[in-house]
């Protein structure tokens, strides 16, 4: 079985600090692991994932993440946060090692960013 | 610039009455996935196809839904009768999966700008 928590229901930054949202996972192999974002009454979309090499993955907007498979954590971070930010973030793992099942999303955190 | 299409964008009707939500993936993806998201459970993988195959659609309730994908440019998905708790945005999304267990890359997921139901 896969699953990903994300142990913050919402997490407050101010404009220009750094934020971080948490998110640990749980597979039986290696993960691919995912982060996406959520604006109001829009899809879900891609920010970036890690497969496989460098632990730390970058991806869209400045949002970068550390994978640590010791600690089976996928944080999300961003050095400056932006008023524009906020929204709904999600992250995501699938199983490497099987083949059929797609990805098990976290119940979502919930990013608001103060000017 | 490719999309996940999904109409109606919203959809309002009575208990028992069929729901019917489309979806066209991103040209050339091979699988597609629906999901239900509500305030409560968050969101929930409902069933995915590849290469127009459903593959796993443990997640859907089997008594009053059906998903198909009649050919490789849409995806349905039906709720005979409708009940209220129903009622959620219904998310359709595509991808470009390989299917084999260790693969080395799993490309990821574009998602559709969503269905909301209301059942009344």
């Known amino acids: 079985a896969q699953s990903v928590a994300q142990p913050e229901d919402q997490v407050n930054v101010a404009e220009g600090n750094p934020l971080t949202v948490k998110c640990t996972y749980s597979?039986?192999?290696?993960?691919?692991l995912f982060w996406y974002v959520q604006y109001p009454n829009r899809g879900l979309q891609f920010l970036l994932k890690?497969?496989?090499?460098?632990?730390l993955v970058k991806g869209s907007y400045g949002f970068e993440a550390e994978f640590n498979k010791s600690q089976t954590s996928f944080h999300l971070k961003k050095p400056s946060a932006l008023v524009s930010d906020s929204a709904l973030y999600f992250c995501?793992?699938?199983?490497?090692?099987?083949?059929?099942?797609?990805?098990?999303f976290g119940s979502g955190t919930r990013l608001q960013v103060q000017p | 610039d490719a999309r996940v299409t999904q109409t109606p964008r919203d959809k309002v009707t009575e208990m028992g009455q069929e729901v019917t939500m489309r979806c066209q993936p991103i040209?050339?993806?091979?699988?597609v996935f629906w999901y239900r998201q509500t305030m409560m459970q968050g969101l929930e993988l409902l069933a995915y196809?590849?290469?127009?195959?459903?593959?796993?659609d443990s997640g859907m309730p089997k008594d009053r839904f059906s998903a198909e994908m009649p050919d490789a440019t849409l995806a349905t998905l039906k709720i005979q009768p409708s009940e209220p708790r129903d009622s959620a945005v219904y998310f359709c999304?595509?991808?470009?999966?390989?299917?084999?267990?260790?693969?080395?890359?799993?490309?990821?997921?574009?998602f559709g700008p969503g269905t909301r139901l209301t059942v009344l």
């Open positions: 040209l050339g993806h091979n699988t």
């Open positions: 995501a793992v699938r199983d490497r090692d099987t083949g059929r099942r797609a990805l098990t």
């Open positions: 597979v039986s192999g290696n993960p691919y």
């Open positions: 999304a595509s991808g470009s999966h390989p299917g084999l267990a260790g693969a080395m890359s799993y490309n990821e997921q574009f």
């Open positions: 890690y497969i496989t090499g460098d632990n």
């Open positions: 196809f590849r290469n127009r195959a459903p593959l796993d």
